[in-house]
Nanobody, 123 residues
Framework: QVQLVESGGGLVQAGGSLRLSCAAS????????MAWFRQAPGKEREFVAV????????YYSDSVKGRFTISRDNAKNTVYLQMNSLKPEDTAVYYC????????????????WGQGTQVTVSS
C-alpha cells in the first residue's frame, strides 16, 4: 500500500496563493496517476486536478482551470498543487489520492487517500 501526507493548507485572503504538497511513500513504483480532490462542508468530494505519474498528462476541473497548476517531482515522490487567485468558494479540505489503474475524475477510481489539509479563503 501507499501512504500519502498532504501539507501546505492554511488561511489566505481572496486573490492570494497557496501551494499544497502530497508526499507518497510505500508502494510508489507503479503509481499511474495522482490527483487532488476537495470537499467543502455539506458537499460531496469533487475532483480538482490529476497528473499522470509520467507527467505527460494533466486535467483540471473547469472551476480551477487557469488558476491551479498540478505538478510532480518523481525523485521526491511528491505532487504539488499551486493555487493562485484563490476565491472563497475554494474553501475546502483538500485531499490527494493515488490510482494504479487509470486517470479519472471520480473518487471511486482512486485506491488510496491522504488525510486532507484545510484551505480557507477569506473574502
Amino acid at each position: 500500500q501507499v501512504q500519502l501526507v498532504e501539507s501546505g493548507g492554511g488561511l489566505v485572503q481572496a486573490g492570494g496563493s497557496l501551494r499544497l504538497s502530497c508526499a507518497a511513500s510505500g508502494r510508489t513504483f507503479d503509481i499511474y496517476a495522482m490527483a487532488w480532490f476537495r470537499q467543502a462542508p455539506g458537499k460531496e468530494r469533487e475532483f480538482v486536478a490529476v497528473i499522470s505519474w509520467s507527467g505527460s498528462s494533466t486535467y483540471y476541473s473547469d472551476s480551477v482551470k487557469g488558476r491551479f497548476t498540478i505538478s510532480r517531482d518523481n525523485a521526491k515522490n511528491t505532487v504539488y498543487l499551486q493555487m493562485n487567485s484563490l476565491k472563497p468558494e475554494d474553501t475546502a479540505v483538500y485531499y490527494c489520492a493515488v490510482t494504479y489503474g487509470r486517470v479519472g475524475r471520480f473518487p471511486h477510481e482512486y485506491n488510496y487517500w491522504g488525510q486532507g489539509t484545510q484551505v480557507t479563503v477569506s473574502s
